[in-house]
């Protein structure tokens, strides 16, 4: 092969570049932000849910909560359900949500230790590099989209279960924020699936979560009375 420093430059001389002049600007970089992992969120909704589920007493298991086809107890073992299946979705396995487990019956007083313990393994899930790569699930979606369903649950059912028990909650701001947009794409097809309620108005100035809670179908201000 030919030397390249032996070909001949046949630039014209005009044309040439000064080598005194000073090197070009490099082109501005992007100011857009980068979404933090989604490994970070969950880690995230999983502390601020923590609280709530640790306050809740035996004897509020019985309670209505704002999803109405589920009591407290209900509530509770549909979200272990999400928090374990989600870490083989995040694997790229297949998961069956035919039947929920009664995990409270299974780890009796345990039961808010076994769920930190799942949690933590989901993060951990979820932090594997590729995880957010491709499409997993049934749906074949976008993983990262997957990923922000199983942190909609953490966050909205948290909530949920909060105010069936009369518990504070204040949820993680980085997860409201990735959530919205979730639930503006999501939305349609949640309804149709009668996942979603249709969305109740907020008045201006609603807080970030009360918006949130809306387009989910959820009144803000629901009370058991």
């Known amino acids: ?40 969120l969950l880690d995230a909704a999983a502390q601020a849910a923590l609280p709530v589920l640790r306050g809740v007493r035996d004897d509020q298991l019985g309670l209505p909560t704002p999803c109405a086809e589920y009591d407290v107890r209900a509530l509770l073992n549909h979200l272990f359900q999400v928090v374990v299946a989600f870490q083989a979705l995040a694997a790229k396995k297949d998961v069956d949500f035919s039947t929920t487990p009664d995990r409270l019956g299974e780890y009796g007083a345990q039961w808010p230790d076994r769920f930190a313990e799942e949690a933590a393994r989901l993060v951990e899930a979820w932090a594997v590099p590729g995880a957010e790569d491709g499409p997993t699930g049934g749906m074949k979606l976008p993983a990262r989209t997957v990923g922000a369903m199983v942190l909609l649950d953490l966050t909205v059912h948290a909530w949920d279960v909060a105010r069936a028990a009369g518990l504070p909650y204040t949820p993680a701001p980085g997860c409201v924020a990735e959530l919205r947009t979730l639930v503006a794409q999501m939305a349609p097809t949640a309804r149709k699936m009668n996942v979603f309620a249709e969305p109740l108005p907020v008045p201006p100035g609603a807080s970030a979560l009360d918006t949130l809670l809306a387009g989910t179908g959820r009144d803000p201000h629901w009370t058991a009375g």
Do not use: R
């Open 1 to 40: 092969m030919s030397d390249m420093q032996d070909i001949p430059d046949d630039t014209p001389v005009s044309e040439q570049a000064d080598p005194t002049a000073p090197a070009p600007a490099a082109p501005p970089a992007s100011t857009a932000p980068t979404p933090p992992p989604i490994s970070a």
